[in-house]
């Protein structure tokens, strides 16, 4: 798979030495995640807000009530930035100067489009279900007519994107090695605890598979 091609909107400025335009290591970040925050403008002021996605091959969808402002205002957008982050770890240093984080982060762009046609909005759905929860459209219920009513898709179709990643201890000053100061990496990672059932679900039903088979990330 190719790299993405640097551009002014994608470029890694700040430490580009951790910069990876890589489509396969850009879209292995994206895929290890199902959240991520969408930048918009609206009435002059940028906004960030988190929500869930799904991606198949170049393109992200996202979903959302019809009456969404930050969907219906990234419509009129030429382009959206989605923007997902892992966080590994708290890089602890010997000056409070150099403590860090290391991170696996993503930014796409792309124009954001409308679906319309029933079958793609539904295929969309699944995938972004699917991509959140691997098997669970075939556990529920799909969504019906009133519901598919009440609900906007869009396709985000990827044009630009750059990853960057940090994965190292600490970069003390040459000068503070010698302080009896404890230095190094505090890892962190996203586990699932034991499922809760609903109060109100049948006691006899037992927990599906697509939450069985969920893994960390």
Not at 29 to 51: K, N, Q, R, W
Not at 120 to 135: C, F, N, P, Q, S
Not at 176 to 196: H, I, N
């Amino acid at each position: 798979m190719s790299e993405f091609e640097k551009s002014a909107l994608n470029k890694v400025v700040r430490g580009p030495n951790r910069a990876n335009y890589d489509k396969n290591k850009i879209y292995e970040i994206v895929d290890s995640h199902f959240l991520c925050h969408m930048g918009y403008i609206y009435e002059g002021t940028a906004i960030s807000i988190p929500t869930g996605y799904g991606r198949e091959g170049d393109v992200i969808y996202l979903h959302g009530s019809t009456k969404n402002r930050a969907l219906n205002t990234v419509l009129q957008q030429e382009k959206v930035s989605l923007t997902v982050t892992h966080m590994d770890g708290i890089v602890l240093a010997r000056s409070v100067f150099h403590h860090s984080f290391n991170y696996r982060s993503v930014v796409v762009f792309g124009k954001p489009r409308l679906l319309t046609d029933w079958d793609e909005r539904m295929h969309a759905l699944k995938v972004i279900t699917d991509h959140i929860i691997k098997g669970r459209w075939q556990e529920a219920r799909i969504p019906n007519e009133k519901e598919m009513k009440a609900t906007m898709v869009l396709a985000v179709e990827i044009t630009d994107a750059s990853a960057k990643i940090r994965a190292e201890g600490a970069n003390d000053e040459p000068g503070d090695m010698e302080l009896d100061v404890w230095a190094g990496v505090l890892p962190l990672q996203t586990t699932a605890s034991a499922p809760l059932r609903n109060e109100d679900c049948k006691p006899d039903l037992s927990v599906p598979d697509s939450v069985n088979q969920f893994d960390t990330f």
